[in-house]
């Protein structure tokens, strides 16, 4: 025997291939269902285009993305003032190819189609796999023109650009560009979700424009997204907090009196710069009226939110893909891992968990789709956006967890793709407003707002007889609201915990196969499912799941 052949170790063997590259929405059957069902099948060209990229190109994009993370340049070499952020070119390809493909602006270029909204979720649902830092500033300038359209003078010069398909990362004014980017600033030291503390002070200044001119001096603890092109941010005028529009460079296009202090060290969401910065004497448009600001910036943080689920249901879905493709290939004591039948019902109960994710989503983005047309959809959409945020963000951070353990040891190394979605799945949770927030902004919705309540128990309703666990969570609900509003503020997260669970259950009765819609009713609804995932009733259920999340064969 030839001695290097007696002393060869590294011989690779039992280790899956890359999972790499995938068509994404083509071995997605839940996603292409939720579109068609909502309402945005007839965007599937353009969807499948983008799914397509997604699993490809777009994938080691947003692998450089975040091993090359943002750097701060305070200064120039001579001493000047830059308050730069340079970004390594894999994310200035994601947003390009993102922005060209309408993952910001696909509804608005479609405005007034049924359907527009949904299909420009499944954009943004498939980017989002791909990476999820640039999805922030994307969703921002997605959900700025409600915000913008408070101020048509600003609307006029900014909204074309903001819908434009076209990315310019020069550092040179908005109105120079042919198409911008919108970030956020409302975060304050001494106060997060309580903006009417914020601090910052909002003085008039003489000057023509497209609407008053303020100028700003104060402190935002958290400035999402640096280098876009403007930002809405709030402050106090003299009528009260007040919304503004904070262009990146003066009306006269000097440098405005945006001070970048440093770049958050972040646990994740490492190919996006979150900022600290200070307000000398910047400069600002205001959007609205004076004292009107939380109720200028309701719309956009209403789009923000519904993003806040998109992306927790595609974090999900991702690491469902990545311990699907693990498990097919990797033999476990003589067979493969995904033979096994504890695995199996782990696999499937994951794959259970994340369909249901995407179908309340989608969902939701159908009824904020339809909220200009049907006061029944808006309310509806009030309710289930802040519910379904709730709900489905605090679940990925676990199901990411489970996922990664599917891999073993492989799972938790950097290389591998699985510690970058850990990482990235408690954000959701924590932007737009944390779990409390989000479930006091129901109960708010449910007692004050009229037609809330009404709309959501109509959607039960269309699946009542489909499943008595459910027709009989229906009833529960109904009893459990009738409760003191003590009381209710107390339970509120059990409460949005189980209103989410019936309304994914009513859903998945209407929308799935009928073993997987028993088997969740059977898993989540009536107190007596396993606390951990794989704790699924044995059943036809497993196979059937399993087979939706990914085909076998696919790529």
């Not at 280098?227 to 709030?234: E, K, S, T």
């Not at 007040?242 to 000097?254: H, I, M, N, S």
Request: with cysteine; hydrophobic share 45%; net charge neutral.
């Amino acid at each position: 025997m030839d001695t290097r052949e007696r002393f060869t170790t590294h011989v690779v063997g039992n280790q899956p291939p890359s999972p790499w590259p995938r068509d994404l929405w083509r071995d997605d059957r839940p996603l292409r269902e939720a579109v068609a069902r909502e309402g945005g099948d007839w965007a599937v060209d353009e969807i499948a285009a983008y799914g397509r990229l997604a699993g490809n190109e777009l994938m080691e994009s947003g692998r450089l993305a975040n091993a090359h993370r943002p750097v701060f340049h305070p200064f120039d070499p001579r001493g000047h003032r830059l308050d730069d952020v340079e970004f390594h070119p894999a994310y200035h390809q994601l947003m390009a190819t993102a922005i060209e493909h309408g993952v910001p602006n696909f509804a608005w270029r479609h405005a007034g189609r049924p359907g527009a909204h949904v299909a420009r979720a499944a954009l943004m649902f498939l980017h989002n796999q791909a990476d999820q830092g640039t999805s922030c500033p994307l969703t921002m300038t997605y959900a700025c023109v409600p915000a913008l359209q408070h101020e048509p003078g600003l609307a006029a010069g900014w909204l074309p650009r903001v819908c434009a398909a076209r990315y310019d990362p020069r550092h040179a004014p908005g109105w120079d560009k042919p198409g911008v980017t919108i970030g956020m600033g409302m975060t304050e030291k001494q106060g997060g979700s309580d903006v009417r503390s914020n601090a910052t002070r909002a003085t008039p200044v003489a000057g023509a424009g497209p609407a008053p001119l303020y100028q700003l001096v104060g402190h935002k603890w958290f400035f999402s997204a640096p280098m876009c092109d403007a930002f809405l941010v709030l402050a106090q005028a003299e009528g009260g907090l007040t919304c503004f529009l904070l262009p990146r460079f003066a009306p006269d296009g000097a440098r405005n009196g945006i001070r970048i202090q440093r770049l958050k060290d972040k646990l994740g969401d490492w190919s996006n710069a979150s900022a600290e910065v200070e307000f000398h004497g910047a400069l600002a448009w205001r959007v609205g009226e004076e004292g009107r600001g939380v109720a200028t910036i309701l719309q956009m943080v209403a789009l923000t939110r519904l993003d806040c689920l998109l992306g927790s249901a595609s974090l999900m879905r991702q690491a469902l893909v990545q311990a699907l493709h693990f498990a097919r290939h990797r033999q476990t004591f003589g067979k493969l891992l995904c033979e096994h039948a504890l695995m199996r019902n782990v696999l499937a109960d994951l794959a259970l968990e994340s369909e249901a994710a995407t179908a309340l989503a989608f969902r939701v983005a159908r009824a904020v789709d339809a909220s200009g047309r049907d006061p029944g959809e808006a309310a509806f959409a009030r309710l289930t956006t802040a519910l379904g945020k709730y709900w489905v963000c605090k679940r990925a951070p676990g199901f990411t967890a489970e996922a990664m353990e599917c891999l073993g040891g492989v799972g938790y190394v950097e290389e591998g793709g699985m510690p970058r979605l850990f990482r990235q799945s408690p954000l959701n949770s924590i932007w737009e407003g944390s779990g409390n927030i989000q479930c006091l902004d129901v109960l708010r919705a449910m007692t004050r707002e009229p037609g809330c309540v009404d709309a959501y128990f109509a959607e039960l309703e269309r699946a009542r007889g489909g499943d008595p666990a459910l027709d009989a969570e229906i009833d529960a609900l109904r009893a459990f609201l009738q409760q003191p509003p003590d009381a209710l503020e107390a339970a509120a997260r059990r409460l949005a915990e189980r209103m989410a669970l019936a309304l994914q259950a009513s859903l998945l009765l209407r929308g799935a196969p009928a073993p997987a819609a028993a088997a969740f009713c059977a898993a989540r609804l009536g107190g007596g499912q396993g606390l951990a995932y794989g704790t699924l009733p044995a059943g036809p259920a497993w196979d059937l799941l399993i087979e939706r999340a990914l085909p076998q064969g696919s790529a």
